[in-house]
């Protein structure tokens, strides 16, 4: 399994507009494709030296081949969206990932 992690930095001009964009929009645009399995999206609990909100989404596909294939069909298309609503307010840089290997607790809590 392979992930590809967005994190993006936004502007806290921006943020509840562009959380919302996010979640009903560009996330389910993302898995629309069909590249992609699932996507977790977490804010990064830091205090940025340059202000605004940071977060991290990652979205888990199969293979090196599929995600080459977003690269191809998809990218252009789905950055140049968060481009026209909100460039110049957000930083982002993305990061590809070989997951080695999962554990889980065996302990269940209530």
Partial sequence: MYIYNVTTNIEESIHDE??????EK???DMLSTGKFNYAKMSQVIIEEEMGGV???????????DTLQEYYKEDAVRLRDEALKLFN???VAFRTELKVISEQFSMSVKN
Avoid: A, C, E, R
């Avoid at 562009?18 to 979640?23: A, C, E, G, S």
């Fill in 26 to 28: 560009h996330i389910p």
């Fill in 88 to 90: 110049g307010k957000f």
């Fill in 54 to 64: 940071t977060y991290s989404v990652q979205y888990s596909t199969d293979s090196l």
């Fill in 18 to 23: 562009w959380l919302k964009w996010m979640k």
